[in-house]
């Protein structure tokens, strides 16, 4: 079935919710845990990547800003939501490429999916996977 993709600003915001009703609970949490802030960064960060990961491989490719934004990951080919392969080429695997690139591939990235029709991003294309509206 054919569905929009969704763009930047979808995105964006599904991200930022991520970050706040995700994140900033996993940080405070952290920081109650070990006291300390950069040890709070590094406990939020593992389960933030862990959330990335695991949360839309097994929620039929939502994570909690993408189910309020109306957004979804799927697979390109089938349709499918992603499994935990997909997750993590597209997370690890395109991490990796962002960070061998020094960042060069996350702005390319943010390009493709503000002008690409198709509004994929490197990580997209390394996974095969799209963002759509649900």
Known sequence: MMKEPAGFWIRFVALLLDGLLVGLPLF???????????????????????????????????????RICGIRIRKVFDHEPPHLGIMLLRNVVGGLVYALTLGIGLIASIIMVAVREDRRALHDFIAATEVVHD
């Open 28 to 66: 405070i949490i952290g920081l109650i845990i070990t006291g300390n802030w950069d040890r709070a960064e590094r406990f939020s960060d593992l389960l933030m990547g862990l959330y990335a990961l695991i949360v839309p491989a097994v929620w039929k490719g939502f994570t909690i800003g993408k």
